[in-house]
Every structure is written in structure tokens, then in C-alpha cells.
């Protein structure tokens, strides 16, 4: 089992839909939650950042995590074309000590 | 842009080759990362350095090492490549070492054939 999972979609919807995504792990200690978005042919930028449990919010992006479940996910609301891109989780016990763990990605369409 | 620059873009070489990527890290940034991305396993973290030391390993081959440089700019080299190399590699950088925000450079796509 792989530490953090991450189905690749791809996910399509229409302009203004709620998105998604969702992350599980299997390392109960992570305590950093992340989502990275990456664009095609370019390097992922961070989005969001989590620490524990909670919620976090971010315009017109959400971030909740649930250590209970070992579950994390990120919401999109009225999405836009500009979305479009590959949406990576990723965590880590503590980021001054230790490297991050990325999902492999779920890819994201956002129709006009 | 993030500021964070990879030569070269693309690469295309042989098995059994060896290449060397570059990575000049943002300027003020002393922490640089490595990581491959492939279809298969993900963004996977293979070394970090920061202010000219090693500081965390990945699952690095023993094929590749890496270093950074007085300036901060940092090479990967990999060596006895095999179709399995092929993948887009990455460089990020930031500020304090070890951190949450980690500012990726466009990447450099290798093929091995």
C-alpha cells in the first residue's frame, strides 16, 4: 500500500460546478497537509496548506483535513476553465525533517 | 514563473549514457530539492541540499548523485541510464530548509532510448 493515495481521474466537469478531490494515507503521524497544482508542461505551485486537522479556506478553495479518517481533500467552487490542471496532495510529518509525499495526482477539466 | 530555472529543457540520450541537469534555485533560496516525476510512481523526492550540504535522501539510486554548488545553483548527474530513467525531473527551492512551500522550476524531460 502506498503511503498516500490519489485516484488520477481524469475528472471532467462543467464551468461553475463544486469539485473534489481527495486524498487518503496510511502514516497516521503525517501532520502537514499540502495541495500542489500543476499545469501542463509546467512545475507544481503550492495551493493550499494545512496543518492537523480542519479547514482551511482560500477564495474560492477549500482544504479539509480529517486525521480520524486519514483523509484529506480540497473544494473547488465555481470552478473555471482556468482550474484545468493536475491537482497533487501531499504531506509530511514535519517539513523541516522530513521530505514531502506527494499523490500521484488527480487531473482536473473544467469545461467552458 | 517561480523564479527557479532548469537547463536543459528536454534531453534526449542513449542507455547506458550520462547527463547532468542543472538547477539555478531562486535568488535568496538556499534549501534546492530533486524529485522525478513519472507516470507510474508519482513526484517522487530523491535529494535535498541546503546552503551546500546534504540534508535528506530520498529513494536516489545509487546511479545518480547530485550537488550544490557555492553560488547555489545544483547538477544532478545520472549515470548507466536505462529506459526506466525516463521521466521529468524537477528542481524546487526555498527559503528555510525543509518546508511546506517548495517553488518548482519548469523541469527537465529525459528520455532514454
Known amino acids: 500500500q502506498k503511503e498516500v493515495e490519489q485516484d488520477p481521474g481524469p475528472l471532467s466537469v462543467p464551468e461553475g460546478a463544486i469539485v473534489s478531490l481527495n486524498c487518503t494515507y496510511s502514516n497516521s503521524a503525517f501532520q502537514y497537509f499540502m495541495w500542489y497544482r500543476q499545469y501542463s508542461r509546467k512545475g507544481p505551485e503550492l495551493l493550499m496548506y494545512?496543518?492537523?486537522?480542519g479547514n482551511k479556506e482560500d477564495g474560492r478553495f477549500t482544504a479539509q483535513v480529517d486525521k480520524s479518517s486519514k483523509y484529506i481533500s480540497l473544494f473547488i467552487r465555481d470552478s473555471q476553465p482556468s482550474d484545468s490542471a493536475t491537482y497533487l496532495c501531499a504531506m509530511s510529518l514535519n517539513p523541516g525533517n522530513t521530505p514531502l509525499v506527494f499523490g500521484k495526482g488527480t487531473r482536473l477539466s473544467v469545461i467552458a | 514563473d517561480s523564479g527557479v530555472t532548469q537547463t536543459p529543457k528536454h534531453l534526449i540520450t542513449a542507455t547506458g549514457q550520462r547527463v547532468t541537469l542543472r538547477c539555478s534555485p531562486r535568488s535568496g533560496d538556499l534549501s534546492v530539492y530533486w524529485y522525478q516525476q513519472s507516470l507510474d510512481q508519482g513526484l517522487q523526492f530523491l535529494i535535498q541540499?541546503?546552503?551546500?550540504?546534504?540534508?535528506a535522501k530520498g529513494n536516489i539510486l545509487e546511479r545518480f548523485s547530485a550537488q550544490q554548488f557555492p553560488d547555489l545553483h545544483s547538477e544532478l548527474n545520472l549515470s548507466s541510464l536505462e529506459l526506466g530513467d525516463s521521466a521529468l525531473y524537477f528542481c524546487?527551492?526555498?527559503?528555510?530548509?525543509?518546508?511546506?512551500?517548495?517553488?518548482f522550476g519548469p523541469g527537465t524531460r529525459l528520455t532514454v532510448t
Open positions: 541540499y541546503y546552503n551546500g550540504e546534504e540534508r
Open positions: 494545512t496543518y492537523s486537522s
Open positions: 524546487a527551492s526555498s527559503v528555510v530548509p525543509g518546508s511546506y512551500e517548495q517553488y
